[in-house]
């Protein structure tokens, strides 16, 4: 593995390694000095075109803690607004000897054709509606701790399913590590194609939240961006919520200690209830600790050792 | 120059030999000390007409010129393109549109027709100056605003009406901008619901189509349907062509790239720009489609839909990069590769004579026989060519056959009785003195 662009990317093997690593990491983030020397004389570029603070904060934290020189650059909107392109705008930051380059895009495929430039190790840190694979790690293996293994667990994913790059790695990870997946969402926000999709993939589908939660093993909620609600979509906030949203309500349907997942930033009221979200099972703040440890993992394995990186 | 062609395959069939006097005409008798080229083995067709063609002059002269576009498409076998109005300025008025017909004058190696806007700026509003462009010297019979639909159904209803004073045509783009967004780039479908690609769907297309034939038959008007991508567009054009046929009262016709009729959507997976196009590549099932209304006439012609394009204006992410491909080279030997079958009577047919009459250009598309302009491509039908992007004559190189082999070669194209290319090079330019 030269880059993570995709959990297509990871064999089964490989997210297991990634996950040992992680928890080695997740013990280093309980010491006095949170500092391992892996990643010395290694650059690390957060690229970002797009707005975000925990997902840039946590490959910022990660790579500071591996010892890595970690440079963030807000490249959002650069390259269109000075007609540069993509292409000349990683150049010319690679061209400043970056070993890493963690790359945050709103559109999909970007990180995919970032790699066929550049010699650095890139990682998809989210790409348009396509993949957001670290998400996917960090969510797998939160679930993993609390369930143990995945394999046969029934995996839940509720909500913007089209404009979700998060659902889209984490419907591959799951599923890869033995999960059954059922996706909820109203057919507006379902991917187009999602049928066959879904058919040649192994996860199921469903319109009907009351139907999946009383059997679910986990449960991941989506975002909905507010965004959304202006084209047509679905009527209103408060439909989505009665149809779609985890209600108070809701929560009694579930079996008890089952995880709730959010990748954040959460609509409390919308897609999640506050009783939800600060349930004793919500595990949404253990996502961002998880977080830090599977991407430390993931840096770690893309550019320690050998030059070639990899997993060994 | 007067020219002897011997022993050419006029049309597929027997070999025959061709004259071509000083004036650039067909004659009975081989004119005194005449060049004589050996064509044996060879196929003579008329020669090619694209109805689609983006030349980027004026504005985008770093993609292409009218010069070096002539270059390309006289290498593919042409002898007329229609410029598309999308430049910079946007064809819209009866100077740009004269100066784009100069600028092809100029350059000698095909007819460049320039086609004018059908709104102002393209803006889809307001009608561009439809009968000024109509009576310049340019003499615009085909209007469009390609690249955008003229998806005011008031607007197209009233172009429509307008141009039947003089016999003009409206060349739609069809494409319903509310049912595909404004970043729409990739066909609905399974992949890009996987790759989280905003989403093109065919049913944009069709529902456009399906107004636009019935505007077309309300209007009594003449309606050509661009770069037709989908099963569902080919239904609605059979139906109207069924209909048409019984009243005689409406008159549709509609072209299909070369490159929806070989490459599917499929090829999107790695997020090459290069492959962006508008409209997107469709799955194998309406390639298979268009490649049957082909044969059977329910999509008269192909046009390239060539769009060239400067490299750093394809590399950006693949929903930021600019539509669109380079074909007037490659067209022949990407539909000798698609559809192996046709005849090449019918190769003429869809690629020369209904282009030209369509377009309305009364010296293109014409027999291979005394009297008629001497416009004809020879071809070699056994060879194949790999096609090799650094070996274009175009300024870009967004070119989606790079490294792949194509039936048949280009070998000779003759231009108003002039060679413009010899052996598939670019014989000297030249000003054109017809």
């Known amino acids: 593995m030269k880059h993570l662009l995709s959990i297509d990317d990871l064999s089964t093997d490989d997210i297991h390694q990634l996950f040992e690593t992680a928890a080695d990491m997740h013990d280093v983030q309980r010491r006095e000095v949170k500092k391992l020397p892996a990643l010395r004389g290694r650059t690390v570029v957060n690229m970002f075109f797009e707005d975000s603070t925990r997902t840039r904060s946590s490959f910022e934290i990660a790579g500071k803690w591996l010892s890595a020189d970690v440079i963030n650059v807000s490249a959002k909107g650069s390259s269109a607004s000075k007609g540069e392109s993509l292409r000349d705008t990683v150049l010319t930051v690679c061209a400043m000897g970056v070993d890493g380059l963690v790359i945050r ?139 779609y949203g985890l209600t108070r309500n809701r929560l009694a349907l579930l079996k008890p200690d089952v995880p709730i997942c959010h990748p954040g930033p959460m609509n409390r009221g919308l897609e999640i209830a506050a009783d939800a979200a600060d349930a004793a099972q919500s595990v949404v703040l253990e996502q961002v600790s998880s977080g830090l440890a599977i991407r430390m993992a993931v840096l770690y394995h893309l550019l320690a050792g050998s030059p070639e990186g990899g997993i060994a | ?50 109805l689609h063609t983006h030349l980027r002059e004026p504005g985008r002269e770093d993609a292409e010129t009218i010069l070096t576009g002539s270059q390309a498409a006289a290498l593919g076998g042409y002898t007329a393109v229609l410029a598309m109005a999308n430049t910079s300025p946007v064809t819209d008025t009866a100077e740009a549109a004269t100066r784009v017909w100069e600028l092809g004058r100029e350059a000698g190696l095909v007819h460049v027709q320039p086609v004018g806007a059908v709104t102002r700026g393209l803006a889809g509003e307001e009608l561009a100056e439809l009968g000024l462009m109509h009576r310049s010297r340019a003499g615009v019979t085909v209007f469009s605003d390609d690249g955008k639909c003229v998806h005011d159904a008031r607007v197209m209803r009233r172009a429509l009406e307008y141009v039947k004073a003089f016999g003009g045509v409206v060349s739609q783009h069809a494409q319903d901008p509310s049912l595909a967004g404004p970043s729409a780039c990739c066909h609905e479908g399974e992949l890009s619901g996987r790759l989280g690609l905003p989403g093109w769907p065919g049913i944009a297309e069709e529902v456009i189509v399906a107004r636009d034939v019935m505007l077309a038959r309300h209007t009594g008007s003449r309606l050509h349907v661009a770069h037709v991508s989908t099963a569902g567009s ?16 409406w008159d549709v016709t509609a072209e299909v790239t070369p490159h929806h009729l070989l490459l599917t959507s499929d090829l999107l997976a790695g997020y090459d720009p290069t492959f962006k196009v508008n409209p997107p590549l469709r799955p194998q099932e309406d390639v298979e489609a268009l490649r049957a209304a082909l044969a059977d006439g329910t999509i008269d012609a192909v ?22 491909m380079l074909g007037l080279e490659t067209a022949l030997g990407v539909v000798r590769t698609a559809l192996p079958d046709l005849s090449w009577a019918d190769v003429a047919r869809v690629m020369s004579v209904t282009p030209a009459r369509i377009a309305g250009l009364a010296d293109q598309g014409r027999p291979l026989a005394p009297g008629s302009p001497a416009n004809v491509v020879l071809v ?10 650094d070996a274009s004559a175009s300024l870009s190189r967004n070119n989606p056959w790079h490294g792949r082999s194509l039936s048949s070669r280009v070998v000779h194209t003759v231009y108003a009785g002039r060679l413009t290319v010899r052996d598939g090079a670019l014989a000297q330019a030249g000003a054109h003195s017809s």
């Open chain 2, 1 to 50: 120059m007067s020219l002897v062609i011997k022993g050419a395959s006029l049309l597929g069939e027997g070999p025959a030999d061709l004259f071509i006097d000083d004036t650039g005409t067909f004659v009975d008798i081989a004119p005194s000390g005449a060049e004589t080229i050996d064509a044996a083995g060879l196929v003579a067709l008329p020669g090619l007409v694209d």
């Open chain 2, 303 to 324: 046009a390239t839909d060539h769009a060239p394009h400067a490299r750093h204006d394809k590399e950006h992410a693949f929903v930021d990069a600019a539509f669109g």
């Open chain 1, 105 to 243: 895009h709103p559109a999909s495929g970007a990180a995919v054709q970032v790699s066929e430039w550049v010699d650095a190790a890139v990682v998809n840190a989210g790409d348009g509606m396509h993949e957001h694979p670290t998400q996917a790690l960090l969510d797998a293996y939160t679930l993993q701790r609390h369930l143990g293994s995945l394999e046969g667990r029934h995996v839940a994913i509720i909500g913007d399913l089209t404009h979700s790059r998060v659902f889209r790695s984490n419907v591959q990870c799951l599923t890869r590590l033995g999960a059954r997946v059922t996706v909820v969402a109203p057919p507006t926000l379902m991917p187009s194609g999602i049928v066959a999709w879904s058919a040649a993939a192994g996860f199921e589908t469903s319109y009907d939240v009351d139907a999946v939660l009383p059997d679910a093993d986990a449960v991941m909620m989506l975002r909905v961006q507010r965004e959304r609600m202006s084209g047509a979509f679905f009527p209103s906030a408060r439909e989505y919520t009665v149809g």
């Open chain 2, 380 to 389: 070699d039908p056994d060879a194949s060519v790999t096609v090799d992007r």
């Open chain 2, 234 to 249: 080919v239904e609605v054009l059979r139906w109207a062509k069924a209909q048409a046929g019984r009243d005689g009262h």
